[in-house]
């Protein structure tokens, strides 16, 4: 059940505050500077039944260079033993009460509670239980929210050990997305749901905009009618014109799926719900280029199809293998970038990337789901986690 918890800042308890903050050169919003030293940090750990990695994720919280001030696991229906494990670990449980909207909806009754006493030198740290956050991670994301220059900083991930091939492809996969952050400096399309601290006046604020109508979604911190919670909460801070970034400091490790249905299951989701997130924001100067990557999506479709087709009609018709030089261009680019952008995996996966047949069964599962999550949104097929 959720007591009433107070923490120690600024701020009317029983209300939401104001702060509408000052803009920058670039338009942008800027939050009120604090010494790092003063911000408290809390953390949130939505659980379910995640008595197998819950320890693991408190103790890289408890090993942080920057130790949180206070963190909090939220057991939504459990019925293993997370909250016991998660007390043993000295870390405060609340139990969610009726929640049917899963991990949005675990945060949002807690949030309800603390927000309203949360003030100008408070953050608070989302993290998923599956995910360990490496030692300094919350040094340098206090660092650099500290600044106000920034509403939330999120992480980059790796994937932890196993789940055989389907495993070594996720973990290749976060390798290149986390190579891709770190050449555009930070400036990530989306604060991941495995590891990210808001400033709690942005927060409060997002709580505001919902209230009024400027945003989607009910008068709450996360959208629970949606998919990808933490997609909908980047474009809902974007359009607030607060400043995202996720540091190349910022790290941590989180699970990968073990078996192929629970990851097309997971990227179907992923996948429809960005759509979803999309068609409610509309198309504005935040949301292009969140639609440019969806039309590349597309067409990334139409081509390794169309690649495949050939490909298939060139052995069926003359019995082997006759590339017309424009898909051997295709061929040899896409080698070549899925060897590159594995370097920091080690020479092993990079030879393994060169395997033209191997990475293209990863390449074609996830367009499968992406067409899918396509046809499932035009024909408003029913949502499912």
Known sequence: MIRRV????????GRVGRHRGRKGADGKRDLPAVPESSMRVTVLVPAHNEEDQIAETLISLRRQQR??????????NCGDGTAEIARAHGAQVIETVGNRHKKAGALN???????????????????????????????????????????????????????GLVGMFQRNEYARYARDVRRL???????????????ALALKEVVRARRSGRLPGRDQVYDVRVLTEDNELTLALLHLKFRIL??????????????WGDLFKQRLRWKRGALENLADYGCNRVT???????????????????????????????????????????????????????????????????????????????QIAQAKAFWDAAWRRERKW
């Open 6 to 13: 107070t923490t120690d800042g600024a701020g009317p308890r």
């Open 67 to 76: 130790r949180p001030d206070r963190v909090i696991v939220i057991a939504d």
């Open 109 to 163: 009754q807690v949030l309800e509670v603390l927000l309203p006493s949360m003030g100008t030198r408070h953050a608070v740290l989302v993290m998923d239980a599956d995910s360990a956050l490496d030692p300094g991670f919350l040094h340098h994301a206090v660092a650099r929210l500290a600044t106000g220059k920034l509403a939330a900083v999120g992480g980059t991930f790796t994937g932890k050990p196993g789940g």
């Open 246 to 259: 996720c540091p190349a400091e910022c790290t941590l490790t989180t699970e990968v799926m073990e078996t």
């Open 185 to 199: 400096h930070g400036k990530a399309l989306v604060l991941t749901g495995t590891a990210t601290l808001f400033r």
């Open 288 to 366: 292009l280029p969140y639609w440019g990557r969806q039309f590349l999506s597309l067409l990334g479709i139409i081509v390794i199809f169309a690649y495949l087709g050939a490909t298939a009609w060139s052995i069926m018709v003359t019995g082997g293998l006759q590339l017309h030089p424009l898909w051997m261009a295709v061929t040899g680019v896409f080698i070549v970038e899925r060897i590159v952008t594995v370097r920091s995996r080690g020479g092993g996966q990079m030879a393994v990337a060169g395997l033209l047949f191997v990475e293209m069964i990863f390449d074609v599962f996830l």
